[in-house]
Nanobody, 127 residues
Framework: EVQLVESGGGLVQAGESLRLSCAASGLPFDEYAIGWFRRAPGKEREGVSCISSGDGSTFYADSVKGRFTISKDNAKNTVYLQMSSLRPEDTGIYYC????????????????????WGQGTQVTVSS
């Protein structure tokens, strides 16, 4: 059984930081790209960041570039999203997803049909 489990969300004030984790199991972790998405109330799901399989290239949406950092620990089958300088508009449910496609750029995140999704973790940023 494939599982993606997000954790690390919470309630923080603007300017503070959170680190989200996406723990994967049941799949060849090093062969999958892992993407982070978020859904804010009343808005479409937005691709936030991705770390590619293979060379581990990273990609970010313009809205988070310079503030968020994606990384992974292959030994732990876990992908992290370090979120700094959080803003109220970062509020939403954050999901991770996995797919064996070799992602080459941020634009692909919202075009792809991702094989697996986690249940999400809530991030709330107050002003």
């Amino acid at each position: 059984e494939v599982q993606l489990v997000e954790s690390g969300g919470g309630l923080v004030q603007a300017g503070e930081s959170l680190r989200l984790s996406c723990a994967a199991s049941g799949l060849p972790f090093d062969e999958y790209a892992i993407g982070w998405f978020r859904r804010a109330p009343g808005k479409e799901r937005e691709g936030v960041s991705c770390i590619s399989s293979g060379d581990g290239s990273t990609f970010y949406a313009d809205s988070v570039k310079g503030r968020f950092t994606i990384s992974k620990d292959n030994a732990k089958n876990t992908v992290y999203l370090q979120m700094s300088s959080l803003r109220p508009e970062d509020t939403g449910i954050y999901y991770c997803a996995a797919d064996p496609y070799f992602v080459r750029g941020i634009i692909e995140l919202n075009r792809m049909r991702w094989d697996y999704w986690g249940q999400g973790t809530q991030v709330t940023v107050s002003s």
